[in-house]
Nanobody, 120 residues
Framework: QVQLVESGGGLVQPGGSLRLSCAASGSIFSINVMGWYRRAPGKERELVAVISGGDTNYADSVKGRFTISRDNAKNTVSLQMNSLKPDDTAVYYC???????????????WGQGTQVTVSS
């Protein structure tokens, strides 16, 4: 099993910043990719940023504003969000793609989500 716990969400004014963190724990054998996805009201879930090894990828809408990073020793991934816009309002989900025991193949795992609201 694996548990993903997100933190750092909240209410922020346009132009403000938030830092999201996700801590993974459990019987993790290997991690291929960790990342952040979001679901805005009335929209489907979309990729925000992912990190695999030293490689990162961002949605076009957040490039230059968001930065994803990881701490391999702690099995954590963070998302620094700057210059936030109302369109960034969404529930943000941490994702882990990797092998977690007792499975012996990679699967996707999701956190419970954390609300980010950009308003006023």
């Amino acid at each position: 099993q694996v548990q993903l716990v997100e933190s750092g969400g909240g209410l922020v004014q346009p132009g403000g910043s938030l830092r999201l963190s996700c801590a993974a724990s459990g019987s993790i054998f290997s991690i291929n990719v960790m990342g952040w996805y979001r679901r805005a009201p009335g929209k489907e879930r979309e990729l925000v940023a992912v990190i695999s090894g030293g490689d990162t990828n961002y949605a076009d809408s957040v490039k230059g504003r968001f930065t994803i990073s990881r701490d391999n020793a702690k099995n954590t991934v963070s998302l620094q969000m700057n210059s936030l816009k109302p369109d960034d309002t969404a529930v943000y989900y941490c994702n882990l793609y990797g092998i977690v025991r007792p499975l012996n193949y990679a699967t996707n795992h999701w956190g419970q989500g954390t609300q980010v609201t950009v308003s006023s």
